[in-house]
């Protein structure tokens, strides 16, 4: 659930801009397997490698780095100032850095780092948990408790012995002095910077009025609420429905019942699924310029601006995706780094050459080559579809069946064609030929 940016603030990074790195907490080996096992399947790899060279930069003493070009990043990473700036916002989004500018001509950044959560505070967050979950699947994910799971020891047999601080230590009189200790090196951890617009008003005249809403609605309860609310995409009314079932005997809200029922609430409503995050759209940067209303032009906007998982149950009459396709779709996201607008087009050029089969041998096969050849848009996605359809059938020594079907931006013709005034539902027109 990669949400875009505004256009204005996408990929303004520039090679010559400069950066230096800031540690903001303290960092040590345990971090690095939380970012690897945790993290990793969350935001992906290019966000942590980023993470980690960012980490490296920094000098002796942990605390401050040189000053860089993104140029001496983008070369170290293999990685694109824009590949560059994409991993920073999702590490920024998850609380792993903060970033500061400088404008001018030269623009001058401060990356400031920030200690990933424990394993504990992850695996029990409300967000970060689900996808976690999502991403990996049940299997991997029961291997994974097990990695972070204390051992178990039977005491019942000892004695605690342990002396306390006033067995050990005296008090003694001394002259009293101030002591800041705002600069001293900490612990530092960032929650996830959630914008919500969810009514708490509506909610709060919405419950029982036996119940003392100051005490119910905490800062900790707001917050587990928001982000409910945003991972399983539920408003106030429906919320309101799910805590009057989730209030303990003492009167306040049990903070686990009420994870539980907004979990099952989605899955109801989704087919048992849970959220992943390959409900984002192609990124504004890599879209065709408005303008032109040949038909063609218009099936490149839908590929454009709808999700994958929009794509799926477009073509499937509305239904939810089966989880083996989500994963192909997800595969395709993470571990091909292909634009959800070139998912796109690879789905309908498989589903139409294959039978509607998305067969993953298949799939991977075409994603591989995408990939290899930095298709970016949608234009580019299609077009190599084209030359990919006509070289398929030249090494063909059989005929073409004849019920064999191709997509219809095949045919170049087609971006001659003015779209008429009645076509208003663009993707049902584009797309029902799935129908």
Known sequence: MVKECDVMERYSLRPADSYIVINKTILHDEDRKILTNLYLPVIGTDAIMLYFSLWSDLDNSLIISNDYTHQKLSNNLRMTINEIEEARYKLEAIGLIKTLIKRGNINNYIYELYSPVSAHEFLSHPILNVILYSNIGKGEYEKLIKTFKLPRFNTSNYEDITKRFNDVFESVGMTSYDLSLEDIRKYNKLKLNINSNFDFNFLINSMPKNIDVNKVFTREIEELIINLSFIYDIDAVKMSNIIKGCFNERGTINKEELRKSARNYYQFDNGGILPTIIDNSQPEYLRKPLG????????????????????????????????????????????????????????????????KKLTRGLVETLAGEWQRLGIETVEEAMNIAEKEFKKRNKKST???????????????????????????????????EYK
Do not use: C, H, Q
């Open 292 to 355: 032109d209303t040949s038909k063609r032009a218009k099936m490149i906007y839908t590929f454009e601006t709808i999700s994958p998982r929009e794509f799926l149950m477009t073509v499937s009459s509305g239904n939810e995706p089966t989880r083996r396709d989500l994963k192909l779709v997800e595969d395709l996201l993470i571990d091909y780094k292909l634009k959800p607008g070139v998912v796109n087009v690879l789905l309908d050029y498989i589903l139409n050459v294959n039978e």
């Open 398 to 432: 059989k005929v073409v069946e004849k019920d064999m079907k191709t997509p219809d931006w095949f045919d170049k013709e087609i971006a001659k064609d003015k779209v008429g005034d009645g076509e208003e539902n663009m993707l049902e027109e584009l797309l029902k």
